[in-house]
């Protein structure tokens, strides 16, 4: 519902502002739509957010990209050798410990997700009908909330068959993590952004994300700006800073 969105053949929604010079990557429970749509970009939603049905990613092979909290994630999922420049905003990735964590979690996760299906879908489907669960939610990310962003967060996820797709995606294993956000440093050049009052990943995960990839023989720049976790969606033409 909006000029500048496409859907594939499979159900992916995207939105493009061409040409699709770079791919921008939302965080989880958001959608494309939270990055207002720069010049020359293109923005898929993950399977289970935005108006994305289906099982399928969308997969875009762009020499610039940006990723925002679990996004950061994506980008490294999806990055390729001919990628110039990476800007992570608020990146949810973390240090140390990662294939022990990613054992264990992975196999509990999909297990409880198997167990506890019928029970978690119902309780999604009444968490995200409520404005006041989406507004106690998302007040954590933002510093200046304004009942359109709720809108915005809340609506494709009252669609039918969103809690199914979102269950699957939780289930799917990310085998990506702070190893490969250090070999991406050693080939492109990477800028990390991070939101000085971030509640989600305080500042200070970042700082020790430059710390360890600068140990290993990485380099990386880090910008701490005024905001918050969503700094992006809070700050006008905020593709500028990059």
Not at 79 to 95: G, N, T, W
Not at 113 to 118: E, I
């Amino acid at each position: 519902p909006h000029p500048s969105s496409h859907f594939t053949p499979t159900g992916v929604h995207y939105l493009l502002s061409s040409p699709p010079l770079t791919v921008y990557h939302h965080g989880f429970g958001s959608s494309s739509f939270s990055f207002k749509i720069p010049p020359n970009s293109i923005s898929p939603d993950l399977p289970g957010f935005g108006h994305t049905r289906g099982n399928e990613r969308y997969r875009v092979n762009e020499k610039f990209m940006v990723g925002h909290s679990m996004g950061a994630l994506t980008v490294l999922e999806d990055y390729h050798d001919e990628v110039v420049k990476i800007v992570f905003i608020s990146p949810a990735i973390f240090r140390g410990g990662e294939f022990w964590k990613r054992f264990k979690f992975g196999f509990l996760r999909k297990f409880f997700l198997r167990v506890l299906y019928p029970i978690i879908f119902v309780v999604l489907r009444r968490l995200v009908s409520s404005k006041k669960f989406w507004w106690n939610g998302l007040s954590l990310a933002f510093e200046n909330l304004k009942e359109d962003t709720v809108e915005m967060y809340r609506r494709p996820s009252t669609v039918v068959g969103w809690e199914k797709e979102l269950i699957r995606f939780l289930g799917r294993s990310r085998n990506v993590g702070f190893n490969e956000l250090v070999a991406v440093c050693k080939k492109s050049e990477v800028v990390i952004i991070h939101g000085k009052n971030d509640k989600i990943i305080p500042v200070e995960n970042s700082r020790r994300l430059k710390e360890g990839i600068e140990e290993r023989g990485g380099k990386v720049t880090l910008k701490e700006v005024e905001g918050g976790h969503c700094w992006h969606e809070e700050t006008e033409r905020y593709w500028e800073y990059f």
